[in-house]
């Protein structure tokens, strides 16, 4: 795989924590690679699988589920809904043969700017070693969301 | 089932008793159909309760139909009291039904019967040689005798696609996918599968497309397996209603597999432990 290959990365953020420690990130002027596409949610527990496979399906290489650690969530249990869910999801995804590698769920407080973009660069190197992704596109050239909608 | 005849008077006299006595409105059962096979029956009559048989023929899971029951027959009635056959799968189903509130236990009445595994078109069915649960979990009445044999899931089919490399496994499943047809049957047939609006069919948002090429079947696949997380109860009627002979239940048991793994639960045993994607323990550490 050519280095210079740039993977398209999802990012899920939980408006509480991970959005502001990216925000944090930013104004501490650190780096991390344009590769990750942010969309923020009110909470990792917002975050349906479905959100997941629709990314995959439209192209994505990588997803980044983010959200405050376990016990800080500001709905008080929405995180903790996640963790089971992803949890379960990563073996759904390897077997029908998106590697596990391509999804990361993380914990990423408002004060972690430096965490968010070591998570983000450490990721976006993980996606860029597996290559891209295209198992999800169609066959009949129907453009480059995967021929969805 | 062994003793046959004598079983099924019992089936017929019970439904006959249940539907004279006004316990019930409608019971749901197994009728002879065309060329040899068995069908559903739905018995509103008592003399109709003759056309009711039980043998390894019946291998629908019947708890499909209950979703029918669930508003009234005609507008300003009650909603309607069902009887319903129920084999040791069936009643998995039915546990399901009554955990996740879509029937209230009062209204049905169960008629579980032992199985010792179903046929169809004359071959048995896999899920028969895994079942390990061969008396029904609830019942109001349970007929037939001590099974005589029992199985035992070992996963070895699951086994052998986790050890394959992720491409392989894409490519596996490219195949499989790619016969689907997108006819939903699998959908129709399942009792857990009861949306009113189906994610496949929602419009807005839109999450699937309307066309019948790959990732649309590939997203609906992943997309019911993972719905169906917890809660299938592995009766195999998806993949028994499937035109194309996709092997769906292969996907969800190797769900219903990781659920038990994970958080040690099994669906369908009760209908009161709650559903393991509704709940979570704080302390809980679980690999990511």
């Known amino acids: 795989m050519t280095t210079d290959y740039e993977p398209r990365i999802v990012g899920f953020l939980c408006r509480w924590c991970s959005y502001p420690g990216a925000d944090l990130a930013g104004t501490s002027r650190l780096t991390y690679p344009p590769a990750l596409r942010t969309i923020r949610v009110p909470c990792s527990g917002r975050v349906d699988p479905l959100f997941v496979l629709k990314a995959f399906q439209e192209g994505a290489d990588g997803v980044m589920v983010l959200g405050c650690h376990p016990g800080d969530c500001h709905y008080m249990e929405g995180n903790y809904h996640a963790r089971r869910r992803y949890a379960l999801m990563h073996r759904l995804l390897e077997y029908v043969g998106i590697e596990k590698e391509r999804l990361l769920v993380a914990w990423v407080s408002a004060a972690e700017g430096r965490r968010f973009a070591q998570v983000t660069t450490e990721f976006t190197t993980q996606v860029q070693e597996l290559g891209p992704w295209g198992g999800m596109e169609g066959r009949g050239g129907e453009g480059e969301n995967g021929g969805g909608k | ?199 496949a069919e929602q419009l807005d948002p839109a999450w699937m497309g309307i066309a019948i090429d790959l990732p649309q079947k590939q997203f609906f696949h992943a997309m019911r397996a993972y719905h169906l997380a917890g809660r299938c109860s592995g009766c195999s009627a998806c993949e028994e209603a499937c035109p194309m002979g996709i092997p769906l239940s292969l996907l969800n048991r190797k769900v219903a597999r990781e659920v038990e793994a994970l958080f040690g639960y099994k669906a369908g045993q009760d209908a009161e432990t709650p559903p393991p994607l509704a709940t979570f323990k704080k302390e809980e550490q679980l690999p990511m």
């Not at chain 2, 439904?15 to 197994?30: K, N, P, S, T």
């Not at chain 2, 399901?96 to 199985?115: A, K, P, S």
């Open chain 2, 1 to 199: 089932m062994g003793e046959g005849s004598e079983l099924i008077d019992k089936i017929r006299a019970k439904a006959r008793e249940l539907l004279q006595g006004g316990r019930v409105d409608c019971f749901i059962g197994y009728e002879e159909g065309s060329r040899g096979r068995a069908r559903p029956a739905f018995i509103y009559d008592p003399q109709d309760a003759e056309r009711l048989i039980w043998d390894e023929r019946c291998a629908h899971n019947l708890v499909t139909y209950l979703h029918q029951f669930k508003s009234p027959l005609r507008r300003g009635e009650e909603p309607p009291r069902v009887g319903i056959l129920v084999k040791p799968c069936d009643s998995r189903s039915l546990n399901i039904l009554f955990r996740e509130e879509q029937i209230e236990r009062e209204r049905v009445y169960v008629v579980g019967v032992t199985c010792d595994g179903v046929r169809t078109n004359g071959r048995p069915q896999e899920r028969c040689r895994r079942c390990a649960e061969r008396v029904p979990l609830v019942y109001d009445i349970v007929m037939g005798g001590v099974p005589n044999v029992l199985g035992r899931d070992d996963y070895a089919d699951v086994t052998k696609l986790e050890q394959m490399s992720p491409r392989e496994r894409l490519a596996f499943w490219t195949k499989e996918f790619d016969r689907c047809i997108r006819c939903y049957a699998c959908r129709q047939a399942c009792p857990a599968c009861y949306c009113f609006e189906c994610v």
